[in-house]
T-cell receptor
Framework: DAGITQSPRYKITETGRQVTLMCHQT?????MFWYRQDLGHGLRLIYY???????DKGEVSDGYVVSRSKTENFPLTLESATRSQTSVYFC????????????????FGQGTRLTVV | KNQVEQSPQSLIILEGKNCTLQCNYTVSPFSNLRWYKQDTGRGPVSLTI?????NTKSNGRYTATLDADTKQSSLHITASQLSDSASYICVVSETMEYGNKLVFGAGTILRVKS
């Protein structure tokens, strides 16, 4: 199916474990993003990617790692999960045209609810 | 620090009534302003996108306004329905070297009662 999908939808893991959240989009969008959403906060950017093999940190990147070997996939890895990383994680994609002032839509996945115990 | 502030935090209205949600921002340089609707357990879905040169944008019963001089936006919902119960998020797009960075407000939780 076309769109952006995240897996798993729900995950419970133990402190110190490594866990990977998957994100897949079928539009061939250049840009992909990972956000976390916590009560009382707006979505906060963890990492983003402008294209395959190009990634950059967002405002809350500590403890997270990403990769983008293929345009359509953007996995997020928690290297050693901590309780503070309990959150809902959203992946998004968009096609932004640099320098042309076009307003492109960002499409979000359904989210992954991660609980670290 | 670039910020997006929304008010009120939460709101309860009766079905059929109108309401207005507010958004103030300090993001600069500014590319566009978006309003998203997020149903419980779902990802945000776009309602409107406005550039700095646009004053208003409508999407059905949703009308967004923008005053780029005062850095304020509002989302007006007319004839509310139970299905409008959701979180409404104001998002301002900050122009950066590699494209736009989205700065999110914390959202306004709207509950429509029958």
């Amino acid at each position: 199916d076309a769109g952006i999908t995240q897996s798993p939808r729900y995950k419970i893991t133990e402190t110190g474990r490594q866990v990977t959240l998957m994100c897949h989009q079928t539009w061939s969008h250049s840009y992909m993003f990972w956000y976390r959403q916590d009560l009382g906060h707006g979505l906060r950017l963890i990492y983003y990617s402008a294209a395959a093999d190009i990634t950059d940190k967002g405002e809350v990147s500590d403890g997270y790692v990403v990769s983008r070997s293929k345009t359509e996939n953007f996995p997020l890895t928690l290297e050693s999960a901590t309780r503070s990383q309990t959150s809902v994680y959203f992946c998004a994609s968009s096609e932004t045209y640099r320098g042309q002032g076009m307003n492109t839509e960002a499409f979000f996945g359904q989210g992954t609810r991660l609980t670290v115990v | 620090k670039n910020q997006v502030e929304q008010s009120p935090q939460s709101l309860i209205i009766l079905e059929g009534k109108n309401c207005t949600l507010q958004c103030n921002y300090t993001v600069s340089p500014f590319s566009n302003l978006r309003w998203y609707k997020q149903d419980t357990g779902r990802g945000p879905v776009s309602l409107t996108i406005m550039t700095f040169s646009e004053n208003t944008k409508s999407n059905g019963r949703y009308t967004a306004t923008l005053d780029a001089d005062t850095k304020q936006s509002s989302l007006h919902i007319t004839a509310s329905q139970l299905s409008d119960s959701a979180s409404y998020i104001c998002v301002v797009s900050e122009t950066m070297e590699y494209g736009n960075k989205l700065v999110f407000g914390a959202g306004t939780i709207l509950r429509v009662k029958s």
